[in-house]
């Protein structure tokens, strides 16, 4: 079946710093997603981006599809990124969203 | 963000019958109940559209899904397991083919 898989599995960094997660796939159709759970448990979608480039705020999500493969840059660290971010693909088969496993990120201050 | 309001926010049970609500005011067509256990990632257990359940995973019977309308979603639990502490997403997303999906704030379950 489909599967998603994340590195670093967790990431320390000093604030100010920039970050780069990484995520590979085993299919091309993707529909892929980014997400942010907060320390305290709160999950939040960052990105829809099955392809392309896209920006919001710090954060840049780049999936390139035919490659497998999606990152999110984060420039300029700040403490309150700290917490754990997914990706996830839509499964061709039934729709089901496949995660990823996280990367922990710790951003000190 | 209170786009997606669940209730409750924590909930401590011992093997006692509970429901867990959920409300969005998205104006989406899907909703889901996930559940999250520590340091994984969510596991989907139901999906509704448009308030007809379209998968049904393999959860343990004693979690009765309901739809009521549209914006509302329901999860009843009866007589919990141990291994049912986790904490509870309701979702919300546009279709059903889970395009970016919304989560609310969730619900702690501590099973005593």
């Known amino acids: 079946g489909q599967q998603v898989q994340q590195s670093p599995a967790s990431l320390v960094l000093q604030e100010g710093e920039n970050a780069e997660l990484q995520c590979n796939f085993s299919?091309?159709?993707?529909?892929l997603q980014w997400f942010y759970q907060h320390p305290g448990g709160r999950l939040v979608s960052l990105f829809y981006?099955?392809?392309?480039?896209k920006h919001t705020g710090r954060l840049t999500s780049t999936t390139v599809t035919n490659e497998r493969r999606s990152s999110l840059h984060i420039s300029s660290s700040q403490t309150t990124d700290s917490g754990t971010y997914f990706c996830a693909i839509v499964a061709d088969s039934n729709y089901q969203l496949i995660w990823g496993s996280g990367t922990k990120l710790i951003i000190k201050p | 963000n209170t786009k997606i309001t669940q209730s409750p926010r924590y909930l401590i049970l011992g093997r006692a019958n509970k429901s867990l609500e959920c409300e969005q005011h998205l104006g989406h067509n899907a909703m889901y109940w996930y559940k999250q256990s520590a340091e994984k990632p969510p596991e989907l257990m139901f999906l509704y559209n448009l308030k007809q359940l379209i998968r049904n995973e393999t959860v343990p019977s004693r979690f009765i899904p309901e739809c009521p309308d549209s914006s509302k979603l329901l999860l009843h639990i009866s007589a919990v397991d141990p291994e049912d502490s986790a904490v509870y997403f309701c979702?919300?997303?546009?279709?059903?083919?889970?395009?970016?999906?919304?989560f609310g704030h969730g619900t702690k379950l501590s099973v005593l």
């Open positions: 981006n099955p392809s392309g480039t």
């Open positions: 979702a919300s997303s546009q279709g059903r083919s889970n395009e970016r999906l919304f």
């Open positions: 299919s091309t159709a993707t529909r």
